[in-house]
């Protein structure tokens, strides 16, 4: 069984990624909230920075909220200070 953990991406972020690699975890995710919190992928970045193993993820993004081309460019950037260890979850609320 793999464990993960979600949260928004805020000041300290980093912090509680290289902890929750430190205790085992398998994944460390943050919610994709355009203005309501911290951009997720300057977050990852901090994560990527503090952390050696553990998988970093975007959970969820949207499309209709952040540009594809945007999304794409973050990744891979993200992609480069962790290489092989970035995910992303894309969706879209439909009501």
């Known amino acids: ?3 993960g953990i979600v949260v928004t991406a805020k000041p300290g972020v980093e912090d509680l990624a290289a902890k929750a690699e430190e205790l085992g975890y398998d994944s460390f995710w ?10 997720p992928f300057v977050g990852l970045a901090l994560c990527a920075k ?3 193993r553990i ?3 975007i959970g969820v993004t949207s499309p209709a909220l952040r540009s594809a081309p945007a999304s794409a460019a973050a990744l891979g950037s993200l992609n480069a200070l962790a290489p092989g260890r970035v995910v992303c ?3 879209i609320c439909s009501r």
């Open 1 to 3: 069984m793999r464990k």
């Open 30 to 39: 943050v919610y994709d909230t355009p203005m309501v919190n911290g951009d």
């Open 50 to 52: 503090a952390t050696s």
């Open 55 to 57: 998988r970093l993820g």
């Open 89 to 91: 979850g894309v969706g």
